[in-house]
C-alpha cells in the first residue's frame, strides 16, 4: 500500500519537495513515538544501574557516568527475587502447557466437528473471556482455603519429592486456577485458527473412515504447531504477568511461595520512602523473561493480539 | 535511620547468601505453621527499624527463659498493619489460627469476634497482672466479657516533635504553644523567616489526616468535643473548625511530596534538618533514637500537641490470642511473659513506647520514656486514638479514613468531610 | 441434546414391534454422533472452565445476598438484596463507579485513537516497519505490576521524568499521581502507553486486509492521504475497530493490578479508585464478603453490558 510513485502529470521537482517535507514529518512522527515508548522503559533501565547519589541528583534517563554507575540495586533486586522466579516458572509453565493443550482439544471439539447446539457452549466460552476476575475472587478464596484446601493436602507430597519444597503445593491451586480461567480465551485463538484451515482436510480423512481422534491427532495437532506457539506465548507472558490469583491464594508478598509480581509493589521501600534504584531492578528484572519472549518472537506475540480481538 | 535500612537490607543478602538451606528452611517453617499444632507461632507487623529491634529483643528474652518452647515469629507487611491484619484474617476464616498476634485491643477486636481465646483465669489472674496493669489498658482488653489479649506497650498520640534548630532560628519558644493558633503563628514565623518546610506531613494514607484533624478538634474544642464525636453525637461546626485548620496547614506549611510520603519519611525530613516539626505518635521516638546524630533535648525537642496539655492520647499494643488455638500452653506462657516486668521494659525501651504494668521503676526507662511514663500514669484525660483501633468498630474507622481520603487531601471540602465522618460513626 | 442424526432414527421407525430396536438404534447414532465423540475434547475444559466460571459466578452471587462478613461461613437462611442497596447509596461506590466509567471510556477512546494514528502512519510505506512495530508493542509485554513501577518512577513528585520536562518548561513541579484532580488522568495515560500498540496492530491488521486498489482509485481521484485515509479506509476499519475497543474496555476492568501495584495498598491513589479495587479492599481487607460480591457482581453487569451488544454484532456478522 505505498504511495511513493508520484504521479507523472505533476511538476516533478514540486512533488519531490512535497515528498521530502512530507516524509521528514512522518519520520519525525515515528521517531517522535519511538521516544513516547521507550523513553519510561529506558528511565527505568538507567535508574535501575545508578547509585542512589546518582539517582538524585541526574536527569533520570541519562545513562549513569563514572562513580554513578551501580550493580549493587540489580544484585539486591535479584537475591530478593530469586526465589520468587523459581516459584512464577514452576507455576506459568505447566499452567501454560495444560492450557494450551486444553483450549486446542475444545476448539478442535467445537471447530472441526460440527453439531447441533454448538453455539450455546461456544458462548459461554465466549463470555468466560470476559468475566472480570472480581466476581469470582470470594468463592475462589473460599473454595481453595476452606472448601477443597488442596495445597495443604499436597504439600506433605511435595515435600518428598526432589528440588521441590512442601511450600510449593501452594503453588498448585494456583495452576489449576490459572487453567480453567485461561481456557477461554487461549480456545478462541485457536479457533479462529482451525476456522481458517479448509473443511476439505477433515472431510477427506472422515470419508476415509478416521476417527475423531484420528483426526486430532494425525491431521490437526501436526498443522497447528505455530498455532501452539502464538498461543503458548501469549498465555504464559499472561499468567506470568498475572497479578490478583497471586494476590488472593498466597497468604503474603513474604510468604516463600509468592511469585514475582507479588512481591514487586513493595520491594525497595524502607523508612526513606521507595528506593527508586532498586525497584526499577526488580522491575526490570521481573520483566525480562517475558521481554525476551516478545522479541524472540515478536510475531507469533503480534498475531496472538490480532486474534485476539476476533 | 540510614542504620535501619541497612539492617533490613542486611537481612535480605544474608537471605540469599543463604541460598537453597534458608529456603528449605523457610519452607518447613511455612509447612510447620500452616500445617502443623507444634510449637509456638506468633505473627507481627514490625518488619522494621525500631520494631523490629523492639520485637527481636522481646522474643529473644522469651526464648532465652522458654528454651523447651519451640518458637515462632513471623513479621508481616509494613505500614498501618495493613498486610498483618489482611493475613490474620484469613488465616482466621480458613479456620488456621496461629497461637498469638500483636494487634490493637479495644474496639478493634470486632474484627475477631467470636473467635477469640479468653485469658482472664489461665494469664490476667495467674499472674495477678490486673492489680499491676492500668486500669484502662485491662479495661481495652477485656472484650465482651473475656480477656484474650496483653498489653504490651502505649503510645501517647498528641506530640509535637520540634527541631530545636530551626525553632531558634525563627525565635519561637516552644513552651509558648499553647494552641492552633499560635501553632500557625509559629508556623508562619517559620515560613517567612527560615528555609525549613515548617510542618513535615505525610498524606499517602488517609489516617495521618485523621489523627492529626483529632488533636486539632481536641485542642480547639476541648476533649469532649472529641469523645462526644466518637460517641456518635460530634458537633459539625467545631469539626469544621478543626478541619478548616488542617486545610490551612496542609495547603500551606508542608512539603510538595506529601501526598506520596508517609509518616517515616515526613520524618525524614525532620532528621534531616529539612522540617521544622511534626505531629505524630512517639513511635516517631522510637525513630530518632536510632539516629545517633538526632538527639532528644540536643537537635530535637518535644512539647504536648498545642492546646492537649494534661491529656494522653492513648494507643496501645497487645497480644491476641485466637480461639481453638494450636498451642493453649505455650500461648499461655508466651502471653504472661509478656506481660512481665522485664518483657514491658525491654520491648518498650527499644521501640519507643512505653510500659502499661503501673510497678515499674521509671529509671528502666530511657530518659523521653521516662517522662511519656509519668505522663501515662498522671495525665488528667485519656481519650482513645481514633485511627489506631481503640475508639470505634473498625468499619467506622474504616468510613472516617474514607471520609477524609475522600473529601480532604486536595481538593478540600470541610462540610463533605465533617459529614462524612458524621455518618461513620453514626452507625 | 438432541443432535440431528438421532432425530432422522425417530423418523424411520413405526410401529410397536420395532420399539426396540429403535431404542437402540437411536442410542447407537447417538454414540455415534459428533456431539457425543467430540465431546471428551471440548468436554473436559468446558467442565473445567464452567465450574471455574459459572461456579464461582453462581457462588458470588449467592454470598451478595447474604451477610457474610468477618470470620466464619456464609448464612444462607435469610437471603436478601441489602448488600446492593448499602453500595448504592454509599458514597464511596457511586464515587468509584463513576470514575470506573470515566477510565473506561477515556481509556479506551484515547488507546483507540493513538492505536489507529500509529497504524495509519506504519501503514504508510516506511522502512524498518517490523521492527518500529516491535518497539511500540514493547510495553504490551510487561504487567500491570511493573508498568505502574515504572510510571510511579515517571511520575514521581520528586525526581520523576515528567517532572524534569515541566520544571525545564519553567513550571512548577506537579504532584501526578498525589492530586485527586489529575491522578485519574495520569493513570489513563499510562494505561494508553502500554495498549495503544495493541489497539496499533488490530488497525494495522485491518488496514492489511484491504483491497490495495482503493488507494489507487483515490490516488486517480486525485485525493490527498489524510483524505483518502478519512474518506475510505478508515471507515472500513469498522469491525477491527468494535474488536479493539471491547478487549481494550476489558483491560480497563482489569486496572486493578494497576493501581494496587502504584501504592503496593489496597487504597490506591486518591481519586483513581474503581469497582475493582473497592471489591478486593472491602472484601480482603475488611473481610465484608457479602458486600463486597455484591460490588462484583455489579462490576460483572457492567463488563457484561460491554460484551453483550458485541458478541450479537459478531452474530450478525456471522463471524461466530
Redesign the interface.
Known sequence: ????TP?TNIDVASVVEDVNLRRIG??T??IF??G??????V??IM?ALKTNEA??RT???MPPLGGGFTLANLE?AF??L??AFINSLLMAIPATIINVL??S??A???TM?????Q?V???????????????????????W??TF?LA?ML??LF?GIPLL???HADLVPLII?H???G??IC?ILFRSYYQSLPNSLVEAAKIDGA??TKI?RRIILPISKPMFGVVFIYQF?QI?????FS??LV???????APV?LI???IG????????GI??S??FL??LP??I???AF??Q??KG??T??? | ??D??KL??GI??R??LGGIAT??A???A??AS??TADGLEVLHGWT??DGADAIETLTDAFEEEHSDIDGTF?????DGNV?LN??IL??L???NPMSSFANWPGNNLERYEGVLMDLEEDVWEAEGLKENMQDRAVELCTFNGQMPAVPIGSHRLNNLFYNTAAFDEAGIDAEDLGSTSDLLDALETIDQDTDYVPFAHGMRSAFLGLQTWVQILASQSGVDAYTDFIEGDGDRDAMIDALETLQEIQENYITDDAS??GY??A??NLISDEAACIHGGNWLYG?FRADDDFNYGEEWDWIPFPGTEGVYFYHLDAFVTPGDNPSPEETVEWQKFVGTQEAQIEFNNLKGSVPLRTDIESDELADFLKMTYEDLLDSDEYPPTLAHGLAVEPEQQNDCEGAIGDHFMDPYDAEAAADGLLDAVSE | ????DTTEATDSTTGPSKEVVTWKTKLRYFLN???V??????????V??????????G??LA?SFTDYAGIG?PEFSNLSLEMYRTALADGSFRQAAFQNFVLLVGFTSVSLALGLF?AV??????RYK?T???????????????T???????Y?PG???LN?FVTALGFGSIDWLGNPRIALAAVIFALV?QFS??AM??FL?G??S?P?DQ?EAA?VDGAS?AKTYIRIIIPQLKQ?SV??A??LM?FA??A??FL?????DYRPPNGTDI??TL??RE??QYGQ?AY??A???M??LL??S??APY?VY?YRQG??
Not at chain 3, 494496587?260 to 503496593?264: D, P, Q, R
Request: with cysteine; aromatic share 14%; net charge negative.
Open positions: 500500500m505505498s504511495q511513493s504521479d512522518h519520520y512522527l515515528i513515538f519511538l513516547f515508548f521507550l523513553l519510561p522503559l528511565t527505568g535508574t539517582i538524585a536527569v533520570p534517563f539486591y537475591s530478593q530469586s526465589h486444553l483450549a482439544m475444545a478442535f471439539g467445537l466437528v460440527k453439531w447441533r447446539g453455539l457452549i461456544l458462548i459461554l466460552f465466549l463470555i468466560g473471556i470476559f468475566v472480570p476476575y472480581q466476581a469470582v475472587l470470594v468463592p475462589l478464596a473460599r473454595f482455603n476452606n484446601p495443604d504439600s506433605p515435600a519444597q512442601s511450600y486456577t487453567v480453567a480461567y481456557i477461554p480456545m476417527s475423531i486430532y507472558t506470568y504477568n498475572e497479578f490478583l494476590f488472593t497468604s503474603s508478598a513474604s510468604s516463600p511461595e509480581t514487586i509493589p513493595a521501600t524502607s523508612t526513606s520512602g521507595i528506593d527508586f525497584r526499577m526488580a522491575a521481573a520483566a517475558t521481554i519472549l516478545y522479541v515478536a510475531e506475540f503480534a493480539l490480532e485476539e480481538s476476533g | 535511620m540510614v535501619n535500612d533490613v537490607d535480605g543478602r537471605t540469599y529456603g528449605a523457610a519452607g518447613l511455612g509447612c500452616g500445617n522494621g527499624g513471623e513479621a508481616v507487611g509494613g498486610e489482611t493475613s484469613q488465616r476464616t480458613n479456620e506520596a510520603i517515616t519519611q520524618a525524614q525513630m | 441434546m438432541a443432535t440431528h454422533s459428533d456431539f465423540r467430540s465431546s471428551p475434547y471440548w468436554g473436559i475444559p468446558f473445567l472452565m464452567g465450574i471455574a466460571v459459572y461456579g464461582g459466578i457462588y458470588n454470598i461461613r500509529l502512519l506504519l501503514d504508510y510505506g516506511i517490523e518500529i512495530q516491535t518497539i511500540y508493542l514493547l510495553p504490551m509485554a510487561l504487567s500491570f505490576v511493573v505502574a513501577q515504572v510510571w510511579l518512577w515517571m514521581s525526581n520523576g521524568v524534569v502507553w500498540g495493541y496492530v488490530v491488521a488496514l492489511q484491504l490495495s488507494f490516488k492521504t477491527a474488536g479493539a471491547v478487549v476489558l476492568l482489569k486493578f493490578d494496587y501495584a502504584i501504592t503496593g469497582l475493582a471489591m478486593v472484601a480482603f464478603w463486597g460480591a460490588i462484583a457482581t462490576l460483572l463488563s457484561l460491554v460484551i458478541l459478531q463471524a461466530l
